[in-house]
């Protein structure tokens, strides 16, 4: 789901950019979760981390 939800997020691989409510309806949950998970995914590219979804989603 998060990888989904960064391509989503960011407008990444010809995706237009959506706003955390419309990525939630998408993805059939909150639009806090979408935060949750964005702020989960940013925090982890601050600290210099590859979570899973984040590395595979690079290569």
Do not use: W
Request: charged fraction near 35%.
């Amino acid at each position: 789901m998060t990888q989904r939800f960064l391509r989503l997020y960011f407008g990444l691989e010809g995706e237009r950019e959506h706003t955390l409510e419309e990525i939630g309806n998408m993805l059939g949950v909150t639009r806090e979760r979408i935060r949750q998970l964005r702020d989960r995914a940013l925090r982890r590219l601050r600290e210099g981390g590859k979570g899973d979804a984040l590395e595979s989603f690079a290569a």
